[in-house]
Each structure stands twice: as C-alpha cells, then as structure tokens.
C-alpha cells in the first residue's frame, strides 16, 4: 500500500493494486507502467498481468490430487504367470503409478522365474522389454509356510503400499486338505503378516471356486460346498478371513470374478479352462444342449478383471472391506449363437439329457484325448452350463464387450486348431 500511495502522489497515477501485486511483476514493470501512464515519448505500453483464472487452478489442483489417489507405489503380486495374473501384471506396468512390482513366482532362480514371468507375457502376446526396469522377482512357494520367502523379503512384505493375492492352485480333482497349504495358509500368513504393521498396505484377494444361485448366508454356503470340489472349499475359507482383518482396521478387498476370457485386444483363451473344454466337447459331437430362457453364463474379459482388481486397491475406502462380485457376463443362448457364427457351421441344439448322452459315449470312445476327460466329474446328467442368475441391472457396454471378446477367442482357438 506504501508503493501504491508513493506512486500516486508523485506521479498523480494509479496503478490497479492486482497488477502491483502479481508476482510475476518487476520493479521494470512498475518504472514502464509509470512511464507509459505519463505518456513518456517513445515508452510502449505494459502488457497487463495475466489474468488469474481461479477454476482453471482449482481443476489443475483436482488433476494432481486425482494422480495421488491412483499412486501404488510398490506392489507385491502374487500367480503373475497364471491366465489372470499376467494380465493383473500388465495392468500395473502401464500404470504411471506403479513404482515397482513385486513379483511371487516358483522358479529355481530369480532369472529363471523371472524368464517364466515373461514367457506368460508374450504367450498373452502383451510383453514389452521396456516392462523389466519395473520387475522385481520373489522366488517362492504359495504351500511353504512364509510364501517360501527369505526372513528378510517376509519382514519387507509388510512395508510395501499394496499386495494383490491372486496366485492358487487350482486342482480341480484334489480336495481341501490337499489345497490348504497353497490357498489358505498363504493367505492367513499374509494377513498375519501386515494386521501387525505400523502402516498395513492395502491388500486386494482374488477369489474363485463355485458360485451358487441366490442369496445365503456363510453357514449354508459352508453346508453347500462340504461334499464339491476342494479348490472352492479353500477359496470360500480364505474369503472368510477378510473379516478378522476388517476388524483390525486394515484395507481388504476381495474380487470375485465368474468365468474368465482371454482379452478383448488378443484374444488368447485359456485352453485348460472348463468352458473351453465344454465348447470343444459340443463341437467333437456336433450339437450344444438348449439353454433354457433364463440360462446366464456369468463370464467376463481378462482385461476387464484384471482393471476391477486394481481399481479395488484405490475405489474401497480406508479402513473398510469390500466384496466386488463381478456378475456381468451373457446369455447362454446368445453365447451359443456367437459360438456358431464364428466358427462358420452350426451345431445343432439337442435337449440337456440327450447331449449328456452325446458326450457319454464320445468321451468312452476318446477316452483321454476327449477335451472333457479331464473335467468328467463337473458334467452333469443335465448336461447344460451357464445356470448362473441374470442380474437384475444389465451393462449395455459390457454385454458388447464380453461379445467381442467371446468372438476373438473362438477365433484364437479355431486358429491354434483348438477345435480340431
């Protein structure tokens, strides 16, 4: 205000106070305004401060915060060379945010493991070597008690801002006990590990198993699951122990996702998956069982999972769990109509109990070559899929893209002679 009162009495000028204040202004800003504002022959006129345009500060601010929030840090992954997990992977790589990975893999060596990391990458056919400078390999073993690791790497584990425990084994003839070590102990020793830290990082668990129709409560899905398959035993238990660590006040998220697809960009399907090996069972006879009008194949795109995962890190509050069922997929008969479309011929639709049938006798007269042979048991006498329950709110979007995805996998596999 001094200046302002010393310019105007001895110049008998103002200068507007903005102008005089802005930070960008000189004391040789100031001598041309006075001079240009007393017409001084031959002083050209002081361009005026810019403008201050306050929400155009405020949206640069909100940009900033916004990176914040989807800022990782280090992530330790667990199952990265597994069908899901590659992909989980790949997502992190091409985050900006992601500082390091971690990654948990089963190999004699760090360089070995570290080969079997990027072997699964250009088997999914994303892997860039640009990748590496980001990867730091964890020799281990899900079924060893500590995950396998050294004294140190446990010690490190719960100092890192985020882990994603996605890696399983998944035996689908072995049961619960055969399984624990691999899908509950690992999962109990990390949240053992990070409920005692000073700082816990957030940790996301990737579920699995069978799904049931409905609504129940924990006791009634425990009754259900007690004469199934141990690999979805294992998987509900481990769910379980989400809310021991809610209570301890720590990040927990869990992903449920139904069945998976390989990506909507590649399209590279998990050959030794069940619903590759049911289609692969209905061309081998020629016919697909008659969806019933309601039939719903709960099944979503790898890419699209493998972003719910890590967007579960940063979307789930502090302090809180939270479950994401991922129940989007496709309509069975709509499913049998792009499976028929892409392959270029029609297979002929035949009641449940007849196709049933079909596949019977089939699998009798391939025996272990039959694609369903090693699945036999999951074959019903019904013999139809996709029994899941239609969701009640259906995503236009993502219907179009699970069809699109659905098509280049048909594709991926027709060409590899998958169906042959």
């Not at 002083?43 to 989807?70: F, R, Y």
Request: glycine letters at 6%.
């Amino acid at each position: 205000m001094s200046l302002a009162a010393f310019i105007r009495r001895s110049y008998g000028i103002t200068i507007p106070m903005p102008k005089l204040i802005n930070y960008q202004t000189t004391i040789s800003d100031v001598s041309k305004y006075i001079r240009a504002a007393t017409k001084v022959e031959g002083e050209k006129p002081i361009e005026s401060a810019s403008s201050l345009d306050l929400m155009q500060e405020i949206a640069d601010l909100d940009i900033q915060l916004a990176s914040m929030q989807h800022y990782f840090g280090v992530v330790f992954l667990t199952g990265a060379s597994g069908f899901l997990g590659t992909q989980i992977l790949r997502e992190l790589l091409e985050r900006p945010g992601v500082k390091k990975i971690i990654v948990h893999v089963r190999s004699s060596s760090n360089e070995n493991g570290k080969q079997r990391i990027i072997a699964a990458a250009k088997s999914a056919r994303w892997w860039r070597e640009t990748f590496a400078t980001k990867l730091e390999i964890w020799t281990g073993d899900l079924a060893e008690p500590m995950l396998g690791l050294s004294f140190e790497q446990w010690q490190h584990l719960s100092t890192v801002d985020a882990i994603i425990h996605n890696g399983a084994s998944v035996q689908w003839n072995a049961d619960f006990h055969t399984l624990k070590a691999a899908n509950v102990t690992s999962t109990f020793d990390i949240l053992k590990n990070i409920i005692g830290a000073i700082s816990p990082p957030r940790f996301v668990y990737v579920s699995g198993g069978r799904d049931f129709e409905g609504e129940m409560d924990d006791n009634t899905t425990a009754m259900k699951l007690k004469g199934l398959d141990g690999y979805s035993q294992t998987k509900f238990v481990s769910e379980l122990m989400r809310a021991t660590s809610f209570a301890k006040g720590n990040h927990v998220s869990i992903v449920k996702p139904g069945l998976i697809v390989g990506t909507i960009r590649e399209g590279v399907a998990n050959t030794t998956d069940f619903l590759w090996r049911y289609v692969a069972g209905a061309i081998s006879v020629g016919a697909y069982p008659i969806p019933d009008k309601n039939d719903w194949l709960t099944v979503a795109h790898a890419d699209f999972v493998a972003n719910s995962t890590i967007n579960a890190l940063v979307n789930t509050p502090n302090n809180s769990n939270c479950t994401l069922d991922i129940t989007g997929g496709i309509d069975m008969q709509r499913f049998w109509d792009i499976v028929n479309k892409t392959m270029g011929h029609r297979l002929h639709p035949t009641t449940s109990n007849e196709w049933a049938k079909l596949i019977q006798k089939d699998m009798e007269k391939k025996t272990e070559a039959h694609p369903l042979w090693p699945v036999a048991h999951l074959i019903t006498e019904e013999g139809n899929f996709g029994k899941s329950k239609r969701p009640r709110e259906l995503d236009t979007v993502f219907e179009k893209q699970i069809e699109e995805a659905i098509k280049k996998n048909v594709e991926y596999l027709n060409e590899i002679g998958y169906f042959r």
